[in-house]
Each structure stands twice: as C-alpha cells, then as structure tokens.
C-alpha cells in the first residue's frame, strides 16, 4: 500500500420536497447558466477547480491534459442537452466555479461531477450559491430526488470541502466506500433510507 492513498467514495441524495436554504456570497459574485461560447473559458479552469483535493485523481488518470480532456467531455454534453445544465459563477468576466445538473425522468435529477471553484475563491459562498441554483433549477423543472451523478471523494479519516458542503446544504449519506487510489473498492458501508428511492435507470 505504499504511496498509495486510503479514500473514500461518499454518495449524496437530496429530497427537493424540503426547502432550500438562502446563501450569499461575500463578494459580487455572478451565478448564471453557461452557454457553448463558454467553452473555453472553462477549459482553462476545469482541472484547477478541482485541485489540490483531486490531485490524485488527476496523476492517476495520466496528468492536467487528459484530465482537463476528460472533464471538457462531460460539459461539451451537458452543454449540447437541453436536459442538463453547466452553472457557472463569474467574478467579473472571470469564470471562477462551476457545477453540473441533470433532469432524468420520474422526478429524478443528478449533480453532475459535483461544485468546483478556484482556490482563491473558495470559502466566500460561491460553492453553494452554485449547488443552490442548481438545485433550485432542477426543483422548478419538477425533479425532487436528487443525487450525485459521480460519489464525491473524502479522505479515509477527515470529511473533504465538497462532503461538508454537501451536508451543509440538505444533502443526506447514501453510501460510503472505501478505496486505495489504484485499486477497487475495499470495503463498503452503507446508509440508505428504505422509503427513499436510489435507482434512477
């Protein structure tokens, strides 16, 4: 096991049903649906809104290049379907975060690859103020359970930044794996409410 890290897998539901929190930021920060022209402005943040947390991931999968390749897949198709939504936050004309959401049927939505923002932004409100719009969007689209679409990581021992936001804005624990970056999953933990459905294919 050496040089290898001991992580978890942490997966999230939300139940639209209960209301929605308020949040501001402590700075002006814009929150608004993205557009294609978009595109590239993200491409140049995509990996770094993501670091030094996923830093793992991102040497596991080959380096910043097939990372940023591998995220720039997934919003190119969140950005083509009319069922999905990149919301982003802007500092002026800067894109400084940005968060994923989906519409599926019977009431069932998914938080795509989760919040990111930039290093230097971070701790002002702006992960939330993201996860909230796109919450609220999928409320309003008549979506009430909501999960991720990709578990979140934390570390074997210590919640990471995205699981605290997650708790702090509705989110309940539906499963809890634990891994070795490299290898499958080791061990399994699991919570799941019984009146609450998980399957959502």
């Known amino acids: 096991m050496k040089n290898r890290l001991k992580l978890r897998n942490v997966g999230f539901l939300w139940d639209l049903k209960e209301p929605l929190p308020e949040v501001r930021a402590k700075n002006k920060v814009t929150i608004r649906a993205a557009a294609p ?82 290093p230097g932004f971070r701790k002002r409100g702006i992960g939330s103020m993201l996860l909230l719009a796109a919450l609220d969007w999928l409320k309003k689209s008549c979506v009430r359970f909501v999960k991720l679409e990709e578990e979140t990581f934390g570390f074997a021992n210590k919640d990471s930044p995205a699981i605290l936001l997650y708790k702090s804005l509705g989110g309940k624990v539906i499963s809890d794996q634990i891994f070795f970056t490299g290898t499958g999953m080791r061990r399994i933990r699991k919570t799941l409410p019984p009146t609450i459905p998980v399957r959502y294919t």
């Open 37 to 118: 022209k978009d595109r590239e402005r993200l491409r140049k943040i995509v990996v770094e809104a993501y670091l030094p947390e996923w830093s793992w991931w991102v040497r596991q999968i080959g380096g910043k290049e097939r990372a940023r390749a591998d995220l720039m897949s997934y919003i190119s198709e969140f950005l083509r379907d009319r069922k999905k939504r990149i919301l982003v936050a802007e500092d002026g004309e800067k894109i400084i975060g940005f968060c994923g959401a989906a519409k599926h049927y019977r009431g069932t939505g998914t938080i795509g690859y989760g919040v990111a923002v930039l």
